[in-house]
């Protein structure tokens, strides 16, 4: 129970400082509706309560299984059950993850319809599925990450020439998506299991990190392609209107009604991770009975966290962060916003989930040489500069989304080739750690919020391409602390 109450104190310390902003802004700046000050409030006693029971289950629970799972694989030294296994495991955890089903029926609902939200789920599977195959293949056969890299950012920038703009963000947005929750510690823990049977230590240490990133390249691909083989134009003659703002006055029924939904997507979330231990246990797990019953509480507890979590996310963070939004959006000096996005951008990401599972294992892989803290700061500079941008973007309409993506990956590309291997996987999974739960509910509904309150815009169109822009620039700047530690360990050795 020490370790449950250390991750408490390091989550509320975490969750503070947004909800601090958003106090002090809703009091000087902005009228917000007290009432949403209240259920902001109680959305963050909710984040810090299941954001702590979650990381503690993930630790006990799902961890001890990804990493089980990958040893099993790489111990068979055949090609076919590690290829075989990667898709099958990227299909079933793909398609369980939240986030995905949440942007899938967002896309549903702006197309009218034309692209249905189970065509998308199921091709982002696949794509996760074919991609986790082909980063377990690296792994086990010791392919250069930046090389593997290389190819397939230049297969992605060759489709995404051919792609409409709403496409293309949608692209990358699920990509960001499908990362959520579920696929992040259990991809993580995957890779820790097959690295550890690398002969080479320090390749094993290196391959520990790359495979998310790799992973969620499987989506931009399949979904890009599934629009050109379509031939799917842009969604904006689809759009019906702008976004609804709805207010209530109750303070708890909001949590009480998005509570039975977010259960239930918990529980489809988490399922298949017990059918898989379950069979596995069965066919080659030599787990103890104690081992066994750990990992099983220890999904009970990440049950428990992310439907508090989500809970809070949904019912206390949205409504308030697009009231933010819209308001700031709304003064005369329109720019300020700009600077309180980086801010708000630089804080929330201290909340998020999965940013804290891959720091942490950052620390405990390279065994404290790169601190946790070092690279939870780059990460939340990198998406405090995103928010920033996208703002950019909705406020001056002659920036398009294909500028950032376009350059911002040729450019991360080159710098691969130049910063420590160790850094090249580390940052790429921390773009994609960026887009969960917190950029997929409060970073999105503030940006949602400042386009509704532009004049020219459309929220449903131009909301899209926020979470693509989130996954890139934590890439470039952990590549820069990359180049930082390479130069002060040269100049130490000189």
């Not at 034309?114 to 980063?135: A, D, N, R, Y």
């Not at 996005?341 to 929330?348: A, K, R, W, Y």
Request: proline share 3%.
């Amino acid at each position: 129970m020490n370790i449950l109450l250390d991750r408490f104190k390091e989550i509320l310390l975490a969750v503070l400082p947004v909800s601090v902003i958003v106090l002090i802004l809703s009091f000087t700046l902005l009228s917000i509706e007290t009432t949403q000050v209240l259920r902001f409030s109680l959305g963050a006693l909710f984040i810090v309560l299941g954001l702590s029971i979650f990381l503690f289950g993930v630790d006990i629970g799902i961890t001890p299984i990804g990493n089980l799972l990958g040893a099993y694989l790489i111990k068979t030294n055949k090609p076919a059950i590690v290829i075989g296994g990667g898709i099958l495991l990227g299909l079933i955890v793909a398609i369980a993850e939240p986030d995905l089903h949440i942007l899938a029926g967002q896309v549903n609902a702006v197309t009218a319809g034309l692209l249905p939200k189970s065509t998308l789920v199921i091709v982002v599977s696949v794509g996760v599925g074919l991609m986790l195959s082909f980063g377990f293949a690296r792994i086990a056969y010791g392919i250069p990450i930046h090389k593997a890299l290389t190819v397939i950012y230049g297969l992605i920038l060759l489709m995404g020439i051919f792609l409409s703009p709403e496409m293309l963000a949608i692209s990358f947005d699920a990509a960001g998506a499908v990362t959520g929750v579920l696929l992040v510690p259990f991809v993580l823990a995957l890779a820790t299991g097959i690295s550890a049977f690398r002969r080479d230590s320090k390749a094993s240490e290196e391959d520990s990190f790359g495979l998310l990133g790799i992973t969620a390249t499987g989506t931009v691909m399949t979904v890009m392609l599934m629009s050109i083989l379509s031939k799917a134009g842009g969604i904006s003659e689809n759009v019906a209107g702008n976004l609804e703002m709805t207010h209530s006055d109750e303070i708890i029924r909001p949590f009480i009604e998005v509570a039975p939904l977010i259960t239930g997507e918990a529980l489809v979330a988490l399922l298949p991770l017990v059918v898989i231990l379950l069979v596995f246990k069965k066919l080659s797990f030599q787990l103890s009975k104690r081992m066994f019953r750990t990992i099983l509480k220890g999904l009970a507890y990440t049950f428990i966290g992310l439907v508090l979590f989500l809970i809070g996310a949904n019912a206390g963070f949205m409504e308030i962060g697009t009231a933010v939004g819209y308001q700031l959006a709304s003064l005369d000096n329109k720019y300020i916003v700009v600077v309180m996005g980086f801010i708000i951008g630089f804080v929330s990401m201290l909340a998020e989930p999965s940013v804290h599972i891959l720091t942490h294992q950052i620390e405990d892989v390279t065994s404290g040489y790169i601190q946790r803290k070092i690279v939870l700061v780059a990460i939340c500079i990198g998406v405090g500069i995103a928010v920033a941008l996208f703002i950019l973007k909705i406020l001056i309409p002659g920036i398009k989304l294909w500028h950032y993506l376009f350059l911002g990956y040729m450019v991360s590309i080159a710098l691969s080739y130049f910063v420590p291997r160790l850094f090249v996987g580390i940052a790429f999974d921390s773009g994609t750690v960026s887009s969960g739960p917190m950029t997929a509910t409060f970073i999105l509904a503030f940006t949602q919020g400042i386009a509704e309150a532009v004049e020219g815009t459309n929220v449903l169109i131009d909301g899209f391409g926020a979470v693509a822009i989130v996954t890139l620039t934590p890439v470039l700047t952990l590549q820069v602390l990359g180049m930082i530690l390479k130069i002060k360990t040269y100049k130490k050795e000189v």
